[in-house]
């Protein structure tokens, strides 16, 4: 069974802000790793399974919950027949504060509830689908606050520690990252942007935010030209010096070790 990462899921359901199912996997069911540009949130209800999770494996029983941002790659395997709840949903939905934390924190949101805990998601789960098919007054502003609760529940079982937010210098150089991915970009500029040594930018790049500088560099580029690639009618070779590479051939390379599939076959592959 490949371990390679050959799937990028984009966008919701019905271009809609979230999305909300309750999923069924048969036993032996597999789910290659992948990543996505939206949020995802899953809670395992009956059966077991593994999960990778960036690289960690996690087993998967009743009250199993997790939270997959951005930049998160994850696999996943029913070991036998398996009820889940999911939860898709984009930066939209959540308020500022919230939507922050996630998208600067390097924690690893995934937990196990209790029982009770189990039965309030569910109620939320419950109530979020009455608003969507029923709605009413102020339907909007409380479909957003039972995410939020939902989310919230998630994090506050993962960690109690406000410390896996990013310190201020890594939001700092995130945010310039994603400001100009679309430039050359290198260490030693964005080093340089932040007023320290890269040495010291590239030791502690990879130990909070779990993933190398270059890495990451990579992950957002990629997301973007997968996004081109969807929804445009650029070339190749215009979606690569787009998306901030100044070489086809490293961009096909990039595109293809990471994905599986190379720029061209990606692109088949949606019509």
Known sequence: MSKQINKFQSSLQHNKDYYIEERFLKNGEYFAPHWHDYFELEIVLDGTGEHIYNNKKYTLTRGSIYLMSFYDF??????????????QFNENVLPKKLNDFLFLSYNRFCCTLDESEIQHIIKLFNILKREEQRGGLFSEILIKNLIAEIIITV?????????TVIPSLLQKAV???????REPLSLNNLAKHCN????????QFTK??????SDYLNTVRLRYACNLLDSTDLTVKEIAFASGYNSVEYFGYVFKNTLGISPLEYKKSLT
């Open 196 to 203: 320290i040594t890269p040495n010291y930018l590239g030791v």
């Open 74 to 87: 994850h696999e996943l395997q029913a070991q036998d027949d398996m009820k889940m709840l999911k939860l």
């Open 175 to 181: 945010a310039y990252i994603h400001n100009n991915f």
């Open 155 to 163: 994090i506050r079982n993962s960690s109690q520690d406000e410390n």
């Open 208 to 213: 909070k935010m779990g993933i190398s500088f």
